[in-house]
């Protein structure tokens, strides 16, 4: 039995297709360069700025205490009194864990190595792979959808946001407090800061405010305006930011990309602004603060397999009075 080799009709098209140009003593093949355009945003500004701290165990535990013992006035001839003593509450939270992976095929890593032109990639895929863990990871911090500390209700972090919106006041002041469309953010927010720093039953000193650049830039159409704000502030290396004198001192507005804007009543929106005690924002971690990589057996077809775990919980100490939140409608 014999066979023949024919020739698809479609050959020299399907190898010219390859090529830019072809032309006597010249064939042009596809080049590119050997940089990626990436602006992927990896990280966002409260997940650089918490503060870490190792967890105690699972649940992570903290005392936190309400009250001191009381005190009165007597007859300094005849002195009564009533014995008292401090309230302190304990106070747990349940880690979460984030998880990304990425596999390597062999036969593509090596065709690529041998090309040549992206030797780097390898090494830049796991990179991305740790920044979707930490860019989920930033967030989650502000929006995580879980409703408890203590029972969970999804594998989410229980976001800041939430955790402050749905805390129980504690005291005569709001931790929530609600601007007319018509008000100024300004001066709201800085009477809201006076508010915190007015407490006498807890010393609040109130280091941050955050808001969505959106936001951010209602604030500054108001202060063009009335001329209200003049000072800057560096929040991480190489990030200035516009800084709003208060009673509590000189405040960043940190226009963070992860705090949302929501979509308000009559197709307004709802923004809101974060007036945070930096110090009792706490990111409870298991083992290291950073994503761990582990590279795990080879698959089936020689695939090499990358798993990045990153374990840990955010906590909000004293939500319900060292923190506050200014909400709007615009």
Request: hydrophobic share 40%; aromatic share 8%; glycine share 8%.
């Amino acid at each position: 039995m014999g066979w023949k080799l024919t020739k698809s009709p479609h050959f020299v098209e399907d190898i010219g297709a390859s090529a830019d140009f072809m032309g006597p003593g010249a064939i042009l093949t596809n080049m590119y360069q050997a940089e990626i355009l990436d602006l992927v945003r990896r990280r966002f500004y409260l997940g650089q700025r918490i503060k870490q701290t190792p967890a105690t165990g699972q649940p992570t535990r903290y005392f936190e205490q309400l009250t001191i013992p009381s005190a009165t006035f007597t007859d300094p001839r005849n002195i009564t009194t009533t014995p008292s003593t401090p309230t302190r509450v304990e106070k747990y939270a349940v880690l979460k864990g984030l998880v990304a992976q990425i596999n390597y095929s062999i036969f593509d890593t090596e065709v690529n190595q041998q090309q040549g032109q992206f030797e780097y990639l390898e090494a830049k895929d796991l990179s991305d792979t740790i920044d979707g863990v930490l860019n989920l990871h930033d967030r989650a911090l502000w929006t995580g959808t879980d409703t408890d500390l203590i029972v969970p209700t999804t594998n989410q972090y229980f976001g800041i946001s939430g955790q402050i919106v749905r805390a129980t006041q504690v005291g005569a002041v709001s931790q929530i407090s609600q601007v007319g469309s018509g008000a100024s953010l300004i001066d709201s927010v800085k009477t809201q800061v006076s508010n915190m720093v007015s407490r006498t039953d807890f010393e609040v000193r109130p280091e941050s405010i955050y808001i969505n650049p959106l936001t951010g830039d209602l604030f500054d159409q108001e202060a063009k305006q009335f001329q209200l704000y003049l000072n800057e502030t560096e929040i991480i290396p190489g990030v200035i930011v516009k800084a709003l004198p208060t009673q509590a001192g000189i405040l960043p507005l940190i226009p963070d990309a992860a705090l949302s804007v929501l979509t308000g009543n009559g197709g307004l929106r709802l923004h809101a602004m974060f007036i945070l005690s930096d110090g009792l924002i706490e990111y409870h971690w298991l083992t290291n603060p950073l994503p761990r990589v582990f590279q795990l057996g080879l698959l089936s077809n020689l695939a090499a397999q990358f798993t990045v775990v990153k374990f840990g919980c955010v906590i909000v100490k004293g939500p319900a009075y060292a923190h506050s939140v200014v909400l709007t409608e615009r």
